[in-house]
């Protein structure tokens, strides 16, 4: 039987009067990678935002290890093992590396594990640990999104959500970033991907959604969905390459 880690059903969201995602249900299952792809606008940050508890959905239904999360304040999604990586990445750029890393640490179930989780964020990303006195605002693009993503593991998650982590970065982080989620998912940890990369991201994805103007539009294995005519058209087409 399949082995439903997070469930969302049915849900709609608003910002005032303006609908951003509408019925939409997925789930994601223990260990797996699913990717939500689409194209700008489509409600994949929200979708991401409502899970995490900041933007709540009007309706609809979401389950974390069968209990509901739906009401949750942000900080009790972490602390039961949701951690989110923001589009933008979010880091407290006067902060150093070390001190945005502690941070993360912050749910009081990964509060005592703060000194391996340390080890493992810098076993993980050793640019991080030759740079660790430094500004966070100091570091380029590809090391801040590897910080944003360190922080979030210090919490100890059972799901990490990542929210278009290639965003802008070179052809070498692109790699290293994709190379990183395959690691952590071999070490046993759920990941919700967003992205615009959707040639990479289904790739890499056991299980997919695309999302079009708020509605779930197709899902099926990543590769049953690169290999489908309609997404390679609107997705993956010349038209996309560039962007
Ligand atoms: N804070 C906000 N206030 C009002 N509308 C928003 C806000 N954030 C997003 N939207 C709108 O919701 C829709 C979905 O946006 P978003 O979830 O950011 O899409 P994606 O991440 O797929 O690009 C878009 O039409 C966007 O303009
Ligand atoms: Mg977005």
């Known amino acids: 039987m399949e082995n439903h880690l997070l469930e969302v059903k049915g849900i709609d969201v608003l910002y005032g009067d303006v609908q951003a995602v509408w019925d939409v ?4 299952e223990e260990e797996k990678i699913v990717a939500l792809v689409g194209a700008n ?3 994949k940050t929200t979708l991401l935002k409502t899970i ?3 933007t709540p959905a009007k309706k609809g239904e979401i389950l974390f290890q069968g209990n509901s999360i739906a009401k949750l304040k942000p900080q009790e ?3 039961i093992g949701i951690s989110h990586v923001p589009e933008g990445r979010r880091l407290f750029s006067s902060l150093t590396v070390l001190e945005n890393l502690k941070l993360g640490a912050y749910p009081s179930r990964a509060r005592p594990l703060m000194a391996n989780s340390l080890e493992r964020a810098f076993s993980l990303f050793p640019l991080l ?4 006195d430094q500004k966070a605002g100091s570091l380029s693009g590809g090391e801040q999104q590897m910080l944003a993503i360190g922080r979030a593991l210090m919490a100890h998650p059972v799901l990490l959500m990542l929210d278009e982590p290639s965003l802008g970065l070179s052809p070498i982080f692109v790699r290293t970033i994709f ?3 395959s690691t952590l998912n071999a070490q046993k940890i759920t990941i919700l991907l967003v992205e615009q990369n959707i040639n990479q991201a289904l790739k890499i994805a056991h299980q997919a959604y695309v ?3 708020g509605k779930i539009a197709m899902n099926g294995s990543g590769d049953e969905l690169l290999a489908d005519p309609e997404v390679q058209r609107a997705y993956i ?7």
Not at 25 to 28: C, E, K, L
Not at 129 to 132: G, L, M
Not at 237 to 243: L, N
């Open 25 to 28: 249900s997925i789930h994601v």
């Open 77 to 79: 999604v972490v602390d």
């Open 211 to 213: 999302l079009k103007t």
């Open 52 to 54: 995490s508890g900041i």
């Open 237 to 243: 087409g010349k038209r996309w390459s560039k962007s």
């Open 179 to 181: 190379e990183l989620i």
């Open 41 to 43: 606008g489509a409600g």
């Open 129 to 132: 640990k030759n740079r660790k």
